[in-house]
């Protein structure tokens, strides 16, 4: 078993508009609690080369968009984004965890504009 309480996940400012506790990992998963407040990324979408992504909506409101898939978000609510899947958040006060398998890495996201 691997444990982290919040005040050991290290915040990562993003964006302007995004903010996240990283809590890593252990073996092939990680896990963020995400804040967003207006649109991430800004310009473009997010893509993550390697790993699934499952995001649960813990508060606020929002929208994940995709290529070709739009969903209104709410509290509760599971998402999940499979590995190379273009994406996009618009929120209010939107907040969520995310999981991603594998664990997440630098090298493997970017932003496309």
Known sequence: M??????????????ASCSVYDFGGIGVIDGADI????RYPENGFAVNAKSDLV???????GKLITGDCEAILSPGDVAFIERAEAY???GKNLELFMACTP???PKQYRVMK
Request: hydrophobic fraction near 40%; charged fraction near 20%.
């Open 55 to 61: 995001i649960r909506i813990i508060s606020g409101s």
């Open 2 to 15: 691997m444990y982290k309480a919040k005040r050991e996940a290290i915040l990562h400012q993003n964006s």
């Open 103 to 105: 664990a997440w890495s």
């Open 35 to 38: 804040s967003i407040h207006g």
């Open 88 to 90: 996009c958040f618009e």
